[in-house]
């Protein structure tokens, strides 16, 4: 999943804070985990870029905001699977906090 094939559905300021904090939250996490396989790096990205879309749809624009909730996402889901997430919705509890 690309973050930029969702461009077209967002105002270009929503559009750019979300592409914000999907690279602000991906250096996060590289400086957190730097020995992930290649494998475990498309499935973060890929996770993040969900998470971020996700929350922005409930209209979440604030950068650090969106960084936040895609860390703690993505967090839970490593701790749970070792770094082998799986995609599905936010559920309503995270994007409420």
Same mark, same amino acid.
């Given at each position: ?20 904090? &999907?690279?602000?939250?991906?250096? &996060? ?11 475990? %790096?498309? %499935? ?14 409930? !209209?979440?624009?604030? %950068? ?9 996402? %993505?967090?839970?889901?490593?701790? &749970?699977?070792? !770094? ?14």
């Amino acid at each position: 999943m690309r973050l930029r094939n969702y461009s077209s559905y967002f105002r270009p300021e929503e559009f750019e804070a979300m592409m914000a904090a &999907h690279d602000a939250a991906w250096r &996060h996490l590289r400086t957190q985990r730097t020995t992930l396989s290649g494998d475990q %790096v498309q %499935v973060l990205k890929k996770n993040l870029a969900q998470i971020i879309l996700a929350s922005a749809c409930t !209209g979440k624009r604030d %950068v650090e905001r969106l960084k936040e909730i895609a860390l703690r996402g %993505v967090s839970g889901r490593m701790l &749970h699977r070792l !770094g082998m997430l799986v995609p599905e919705l936010l559920s309503a509890a995270l994007l409420a906090t």
